[in-house]
């Protein structure tokens, strides 16, 4: 595979460095750099949102016709990388990235007319309604019932970890509109406003002191068929279709291979062990060498599945493989980056967030500068909603039975 760029790709990307440098505030930066999770500082997140989508580039990965841009594979994974290295805060994903697409494949045409612009422009903000209590990485053993009531369903129910439950307008769940011979059936994709009668957001308190999630109560809801997307009972059809670009649609390589970089200048600043540079530390060097690596062969595969997704071609077990290979890698860097924060077992606790506090937010200072003492608050809080990594979008547990049956034949 040819990777190198081309003139014109080196001219695309001094032109992102050239917007990214006139565009992104030190508080935006700050906040793509202090992030805590995937998901950045929701208030700066919206802010830079509304910067991209004033130049058109808010869903490069759309289609034109919808707002997208009409980029090569190459000028995605630029955009991509050249926003990560500026310390552009991400995008909720859910909307641009998810829901967005199922709605391009499977709705109506009033849907795509309503939803598409709003995601785009932000009005328009989405959460995920998939987990239960009891219904976690087996999501086809959901409860939340909608029962047919003329024109509506009336849905009863919970969600659970619902990430940005609190902040968003609208929310995409899976609920059980019939039961039938196999749990996959029965299940109806549907759009909810969270605005509705009936509604009750509760927060969940993570052990980093982080309430970014919830947990949401549905008590006899009224939602209008109109917002059924696809057909009722095929609802699965949808999801799956969905979860490919929550598991495969993004690229992780490039923010993995920016953390590694940051360690290695941190590691470089820091006495190891033995009264060398950490980054010196034979241990430490081989972990990182290897960080590196992985985070290469990611990158390389992520491409593919790119290029997958751009033919037509069935990228589902592209995805379930990115899906594993990126969440765990992750894991093994926050673990560096956490090695790296506490030299000598000093772990620094968390000081920033508190219950009650800042929603996912460490305060930036007013420069935009990341100092070590930030970097070291942060990365315990990064190490340990990292860990949600191998369980979200489905556990990697069943990704692997899921390469297991699509292309080893096994089960």
């Known amino acids: 595979m040819d990777m190198t760029w081309s003139d014109a790709d080196n001219a695309f990307r001094d032109e992102v460095r050239e917007f990214m440098e006139a565009n992104l505030t030190p508080d935006l930066r700050a906040a793509g750099r202090l992030r805590t999770s995937v998901y950045a500082d929701h208030e700066a997140s919206m802010k830079w949102q509304a910067i991209l989508h004033e130049r058109g580039w808010a869903a490069p990965a ?176 949808v999801a799956k279709y969905l979860l490919i670009f929550e598991r495969g649609g993004g690229a992780a390589a490039p923010a993995l291979q920016v953390m590694t970089e940051n360690i290695a200048e941190r590691a470089g600043a820091m006495t190891g062990p033995s009264g060398v540079p950490l980054v010196e530390e034979p241990a430490f060097a081989a972990k990182l060498a290897d960080a590196r690596v992985r985070a290469k062969i990611l990158e390389v595969l992520e491409y593919r599945a790119l290029a997958a997704m751009s033919s037509g071609g069935d990228a589902g077990s592209l995805a379930s493989m990115l899906k594993i290979l990126g969440t765990e890698l992750s894991q093994k860097i926050t673990e560096l980056d956490l090695e790296a924060a506490g030299v000598h077992g000093r772990v620094y606790q968390p000081h920033a967030a508190a219950p009650g506090g800042p929603i996912n937010r460490y305060e930036p200072p007013a420069d935009g500068y990341v100092s070590g003492e930030a970097w070291q608050a942060v990365a315990p809080l990064l190490y340990m909603n990292d860990r949600a990594g191998s369980i979200y979008a489905g556990s990697n547990e069943i990704q692997r039975n899921i390469l297991a049956k699509a292309t080893l034949g096994l089960g």
């Open 62 to 237: 759309w289609p034109v016709e919808y707002g997208g841009r009409d980029w090569s594979l190459g000028q995605h994974y630029i955009f991509s990388r050249e926003s990560i290295l500026a310390g552009a805060p991400a995008l909720s994903p859910m909307g641009i990235r998810m829901v967005s697409h199922a709605i391009m494949a499977f709705g109506t045409q009033e849907q795509k007319d309503f939803f598409l612009p709003g995601i785009l422009d932000g009005s328009v903000f989405f959460c995920q309604g998939y987990s239960e209590p009891e219904a976690g990485s087996d999501l086809a053993s959901l409860s939340m019932a909608a029962v047919d009531d003329g024109d509506d369903f009336v849905v009863t129910g919970s969600k659970i970890w619902t990430t940005h439950a609190a902040e968003a307008n609208w929310i995409f769940c899976l609920v059980r509109t019939s039961r039938q011979e196999r749990k996959q059936q029965g299940i109806t994709f549907l759009l909810i406003d969270m605005t509705a009668p009936g509604i009750e957001v509760q927060p969940l308190v993570m052990a980093s002191g982080e309430q970014v999630q919830a947990q949401v109560f549905f008590d006899g809801v009224r939602v209008p068929k109109a917002n059924v997307l696809g057909k009722v009972d095929e609802g699965w059809t």
